[in-house]
Every structure is written in structure tokens, then in C-alpha cells.
């Protein structure tokens, strides 16, 4: 709901979502829905197809079908200006190894044309904690600040979706607090941010609702917070 | 298409930026190439009239071979760290990730072939007195790098990429190499650009078909 008590104008809006791998369907029918300041948690076996869903939205491989795909109330992921408006946090790094922190921002503030790039990503850096290390090549750092890094990369630009593949794996107790107040913080902002995990515990205290995908389809999950 | 030059350029400069940091692609192939180039030192007729009728030949397997270890270590890049999907789920067309490896790898392969033309004429005392060279190298490299990016965004995701890579490619790039080697050796033979004019206009539309193919089906090839 908005604050004039109206419902919220989703953010996301995907109906009808089909994929499949060979003869394997891993998405029959999957419809979501994200509004303003929502943080989905959506979770489900190894394999249910958690990931190939976000890699849909987030546009790196196309539905087989979908009756609706919108981002703002325009069609996306295929269009390049449309994908400005989401950033992605993957179990992976992303993030080139023979680069600093510094010089991978940089090629990513210059291919989503951040203003002030600079700027932005010092004081990124140094919320995350890494601005002493800015300058060192990333495969010296560990799986944990390689993942603070990569979520300023997925950030960086303001983004009004923040999707997010297992997020919490492999991270120390640190990066769980910083990526934990960076999720809080984009929810105040009105960012939309669905978050896949198998462990649904992990993110409760962040979650406005809980969706699971089974069978293809994604249905609503109740958790005692 | 400012735009598209924009990310073009962004992306080149990642791909120097990192080449800087690591020198993986251009020192290896160069190393390999000087090696190749000693060994045939031994293997080949002394005889300067001999070594000059299959100087062109020589020059262009070298390039190919070396150009070959360029095309894996140029996608490899985007392999580590599921860059490729960081990439996919950007604000940029796929036809400018496309470009920028196909000229990265263009780069190293015609910057190759700059140091291994003077070198060969060097070693071997073989007259390399025309201009045309240049040009008619430039358009040889472009064609393999348009075409070598393509089926190594095809091979980069397959356990067996390093094998599967030379085996689709090297039958597909035969019409491109023959035309490279004919042009060249005729302009090695002293001969006028005319007489090997059809050799490049077969490398012209060797280079038109398939950068028009990799712009095409880049998108579809590494989606999939």
C-alpha cells in the first residue's frame, strides 16, 4: 500500500513465465509481482529453477513465454535502457579477478553511465570498508570481500530492482551485516529486491513476503517471523 | 550509436586494461610465434627463392595457430566469474560485447602480424617491399577474429572448449586463410595488387558475411 493508502503500482509485473532446458520445464507458469519497498524472499529446492528465473528478469536469457513482462510499466529485459533499472547480486563474485575493486567499478560506472562516477564509488568503497584495498587486484581478496564488492557493483547505479541469487552464501559476519543494511536501506528508498535463497531463515527479519517455487510455479509461503 | 561506441570503447579498454595486468594473451602468442619461427629456421630450404615462394604460407599458419591461443584466452576472460552474465545483464548491446572482443582479438592478431612480417623478412632474407601488406593482413585478421570470437562464444561454455574450438573453426576459416595466403604471396611475388584482386575480394566478403553473421547471432549464441 502506498502512504495515501492506495495499493502500490507494481514495480515488477512477470505472468505467465515458461522456460525450459531440453525436454525439462522448469518454469510452467511462474507469475510475481513486486511493488516499492518490497523484499521478496523467494525460496526453493536445488534446482527448482530459483536461478534461471532471476537470470530471466534480469535479462541474461529470454523466457520461452511470458504474457506479461514489465519493469515500471514498460516491457523489459530486452530492452538495454531497461536493464539500467536493475541491479543483480549473483553467488558469484562477477567481478574481473585481475582487477582492482577500483578499475572494476570504474568499467561498470562507465557501461551504466553513472554521473559522478568517482564520487559514488569512493563513498561506496568506503561503507563497504574496502577503500585501503581499492587498488588490489580482486583475486587477493577474500570470498567475503569480494562479495562486498560486487554488491557496490550491483548498486553503483542506483538501480530499482536489486535481484539477488543467493546473496548469503560463503559470506563472514561482516558482509552479512553490510549486505543485511544495504537491503534495509533500499527497501526505505522504495527499491524492489527479490532475494533467492534455500534457506529462508537467513533473510526473515528483511522479508515482506515469502514465495516458493515449486513445480514451476511460484506460491505464497507463511513463516512465523 | 554514440551510445553503442561509448560501450564499445568501455569495453575495449576493460579488455586492454586487464591484457595490461596479466599479459596472457599478446606475450604468449608472440612467444609461441618467435618459437615457430626458430624452429622452421631448421626445417626449411636455405634457398631464398625457395623460402620466399612459401613465405606467405608460413606466415599465415603462424598467425593462425597463435591467433588461436588469443581466442581462447579473449572469452575466457568473460568465462571467470560469470562475467559473460554481468555483462548479458548490463545496459549494452550484445553486439558491442561482440565487437569489442572481435577487435581485442583483432589487436593482438594484426599487432602479431606487424612484428612476424619484419621478423620473417629479417631471419629469412626475404624482400617484403610492398605497403599492401598492411591491408591486405588487416583484412585477414579481421575476418579470423570475426569469426574465431563467434565459435569460441559457441565452444566457451563446453567441458571440451580447448579441443572443440580449433576442430569447428579451423575447416570454417580455410576459404579466408587461402585467400590471405594467395593475396599475400602474390604481392611477396612482386606481383601487382591487381593480379591478386580476386583473392581480396574473396577476403572482403569473407570479412562482410561473417561480421555480419557474428552481429546477427552473437545475441542467440551466448543467451543460449
Redesign the interface.
Known amino acids: 500500500m502506498s502512504k495515501t493508502g492506495t495499493p502500490a503500482a507494481p514495480l515488477l509485473l512477470a505472468q505467465n513465465v515458461q522456460k525450459k532446458f531440453g525436454r525439462r520445464k522448469v518454469l510452467k507458469s511462474a507469475s510475481l509481482q513486486l511493488t516499492p519497498g518490497e523484499c521478496v524472499i523467494l525460496t526453493g529446492e536445488n534446482g527448482a529453477g530459483k536461478s534461471t528465473l532471476i537470470?530471466i528478469l534480469?535479462?541474461?536469457?529470454?523466457a520461452d513465454a511470458a504474457d506479461t513482462l514489465t519493469l515500471c510499466g514498460e516491457p523489459f529485459p530486452e530492452s538495454?535502457?531497461?536493464?539500467?533499472k536493475?541491479g543483480?547480486v549473483?553467488h558469484?563474485?562477477?567481478?574481473?579477478?585481475?582487477?582492482s575493486a577500483w578499475?572494476n567499478l570504474r568499467?561498470?560506472a562507465?557501461?551504466?553511465?553513472v554521473p559522478n562516477a568517482d564520487e559514488r564509488i569512493r563513498s561506496l568503497l568506503q561503507r563497504i570498508g574496502m577503500e585501503s584495498r581499492k587498488d588490489d587486484?580482486v583475486r587477493t581478496y577474500s570470498r567475503g570481500m569480494q562479495q562486498r564488492v560486487s554488491i557496490c557493483?550491483a548498486i553503483l547505479h542506483d538501480p530499482e530492482l536489486l535481484l539477488m541469487d543467493e546473496p548469503f552464501t560463503g559470506l563472514d559476519t561482516k558482509s552479512v551485516q553490510i549486505l543485511e543494511t544495504m537491503i534495509r536501506e533500499g527497501k526505505n528508498d522504495q527499491k524492489a529486491i527479490l532475494i533467492t535463497t534455500h534457506d529462508p531463515m537467513a533473510a526473515r527479519q528483511l522479508a515482506t513476503r515469502f514465495l516458493r517455487l515449486e513445480k514451476g510455479q511460484l506460491v505464497s509461503q507463511e513463516f512465523e517471523l | 550509436m554514440k551510445l553503442f561506441l561509448?560501450?564499445l570503447i568501455?569495453?575495449i579498454?576493460?579488455d586492454l586494461?586487464?591484457e595490461k595486468?596479466?599479459r596472457e594473451i599478446f606475450l604468449v602468442m608472440l612467444i609461441f610465434a618467435l618459437s615457430i619461427l626458430f624452429i622452421l629456421n631448421f626445417a626449411l630450404d636455405t634457398e631464398v627463392k625457395a623460402r620466399s615462394s612459401g613465405a606467405a604460407g608460413l606466415i599465415w599458419v603462424i598467425l593462425v595457430i597463435s591467433g588461436q591461443l588469443s581466442l581462447n584466452q579473449i572469452m575466457n576472460?568473460e568465462k571467470?566469474?560469470?562475467?559473460l552474465?554481468?555483462l548479458?545483464?548490463?545496459?549494452?548491446?550484445r553486439t558491442a560485447i561482440y565487437f569489442s572482443k572481435a577487435i581485442t582479438c583483432f589487436l593482438g592478431m594484426y599487432g602479431m602480424a606487424l612484428v612476424i612480417f619484419p621478423l620473417y623478412s629479417i631471419f629469412y632474407n626475404t624482400p617484403l617491399n610492398s605497403a599492401h601488406i598492411l591491408w591486405i593482413s588487416a583484412l585477414g585478421c579481421w575476418g579470423y577474429a570475426a569469426l574465431g570470437v563467434l565459435i569460441s562464444a559457441m565452444t566457451i561454455q563446453t567441458r571440451m572448449r580447448d579441443i572443440l574450438l580449433p576442430i569447428l573453426f579451423f575447416p570454417v576459416i580455410i576459404p579466408l586463410i587461402v585467400a590471405a595466403v594467395k593475396s599475400t604471396g602474390a604481392i611477396f611475388q612482386g606481383e601487382t595488387i591487381g593480379t591478386a584482386m580476386p583473392w581480396i575480394s574473396q577476403l572482403i566478403a569473407f570479412n562482410v558475411i561473417f561480421t555480419a553473421i557474428g552481429m546477427i547471432s552473437f545475441e542467440y549464441i551466448v543467451?543460449?
Open positions: 537470470k534480469a535479462g541474461i536469457i529470454q538495454a535502457a531497461q536493464r539500467q536493475i543483480l549473483s558469484q563474485p562477477m567481478l574481473y579477478n585481475e582487477l578499475e568499467f561498470f562507465e557501461i551504466y553511465a587486484p557493483r | 561509448h560501450d568501455a569495453l579498454k576493460k586494461s586487464i595486468h596479466t576472460l571467470q566469474g560469470n562475467m552474465e554481468a548479458l545483464a548490463a545496459p549494452i548491446s543467451e543460449e
